[in-house]
């Protein structure tokens, strides 16, 4: 018995202390993960850009379609400023609290704080609002809210009245 003890026990070679079993699975996790991190990306594919704007001339009747119905976009007026208000649809498109200035001047709603029928231009072939009658707290409502827009609204175009001599070359073409 004795001599079992004695006997020195063999050492593992450099070959076998790699090639174990749980080295190898080791080895190629690691190969596996350095593959996934540098392995080149797809391109990222980006959204399409919106179809460009291009800055117009508005008569009532002209601008009175862009009121967010059958895909089109939402415009509104505001001290002969259109805007474009798409992007706040919710309010200003269908079914919006501002659905009633969508596609038309809303100078004098917004200086009055009304959302009523009666502050819009019943007559689009007429001339445009002048704005008469407003007081000086109602004209400094109504450019706080043109300053709003100009902010977060791209503008789009003006608004002239029909009878406007650039008024004739937006509606021949």
Same mark, same amino acid.
């Given at each position: 018995m004795a001599d079992k003890t004695d006997s020195p026990l063999p050492q593992p070679t450099l070959a076998q202390s790699i090639a174990s079993p749980i080295n190898l699975i080791l080895i190629t996790l690691l190969i596996v993960l350095? *593959? *996934?991190?540098?392995?080149?990306?797809?391109? #990222? !594919? !980006?959204? &399409?850009?919106?179809?460009?704007i291009v800055f117009r001339t508005f008569t009532p009747p002209l601008l009175k379609p862009y009121? $967010?119905?059958?895909?089109?976009?939402?415009y509104l007026a505001v001290n002969g400023k259109v805007f474009d208000v798409t992007s706040g649809r919710n309010f200003y498109g269908p079914g919006g609290p501002y659905e009633n200035f969508a596609g038309r001047d809303a100078s004098r709603g917004l200086a009055c704080g009304s959302f009523d029928e009666d502050m819009l231009t019943k007559d689009l072939e007429?001339?445009? %609002? %002048?704005? &008469?009658?407003l007081g000086e707290e109602e004209m400094e409502a109504m450019?706080?809210? =043109?300053?709003?827009?100009?902010? &977060? *609204? !791209?503008?789009?175009?003006? !608004?002239?009245?029909?009878?406007?001599? =650039?008024? $004739? &070359? =937006?509606?021949? #073409?």
């Amino acid at each position: 018995m004795a001599d079992k003890t004695d006997s020195p026990l063999p050492q593992p070679t450099l070959a076998q202390s790699i090639a174990s079993p749980i080295n190898l699975i080791l080895i190629t996790l690691l190969i596996v993960l350095i *593959y *996934y991190r540098l392995r080149p990306k797809p391109p #990222s !594919l !980006l959204a &399409k850009p919106p179809p460009p704007i291009v800055f117009r001339t508005f008569t009532p009747p002209l601008l009175k379609p862009y009121n $967010g119905e059958n895909g089109m976009p939402v415009y509104l007026a505001v001290n002969g400023k259109v805007f474009d208000v798409t992007s706040g649809r919710n309010f200003y498109g269908p079914g919006g609290p501002y659905e009633n200035f969508a596609g038309r001047d809303a100078s004098r709603g917004l200086a009055c704080g009304s959302f009523d029928e009666d502050m819009l231009t019943k007559d689009l072939e007429g001339p445009l %609002d %002048d704005l &008469k009658g407003l007081g000086e707290e109602e004209m400094e409502a109504m450019k706080g809210w =043109e300053e709003r827009f100009d902010e &977060k *609204y !791209l503008v789009v175009g003006r !608004l002239v009245a029909v009878g406007h001599p =650039e008024a $004739g &070359k =937006e509606e021949g #073409s």
